[in-house]
């Protein structure tokens, strides 16, 4: 079983930055993609940056040039930089493992989330 335990969620002021890390533990093979969903209250689960094994990533046109991702695939670690936060970034921030091969076979697999808070 794959668990995903994020962190560096917080209050931030406008304009600030933070950044979020996502660990992987358990007995994983390879993991095919890392990314990072984000919900609001009230809004649905939407896909904010992505980045897969070979370092090919996708960014939300809403965070593109004021976020980054990046992952050590030997520690199966992603991190989100977040840059020039705005308010509307406020959300919960969930961690994703997609494709991710262990003794079990082939499956997706979240994490439980970390709140980020854009305010003055």
């Known amino acids: 079983q794959v668990q995903l ?11 600030g930055s933070l950044r979020l890390s996502c660990a992987a ?16 209250p009230g809004k649905q689960r939407d896909l904010v940056a992505q ?18 991702i990046s992952r050590d695939n030997a520690n199966n670690t992603v991190y989100l930089e977040m840059n020039s936060l705005k308010a509307e970034d406020t959300a919960v921030y969930y961690c994703n493992a997609e494709g991710a091969v262990t003794k079990i076979g082939l499956m997706d697999y979240w994490g439980k989330g970390t709140l980020v808070t854009v305010s003055s």
């Open 5 to 15: 335990v994020e962190s560096g969620g917080g209050l931030v002021q406008p304009g």
């Open 25 to 40: 533990s358990g007995n994983i093979f390879r993991i095919n993609a890392m990314g990072w969903y984000r919900q609001a």
């Open 51 to 68: 980045i897969t094994s070979n370092s090919i990533t996708y960014y939300a046109a809403s965070v593109k040039g004021r976020f980054t």
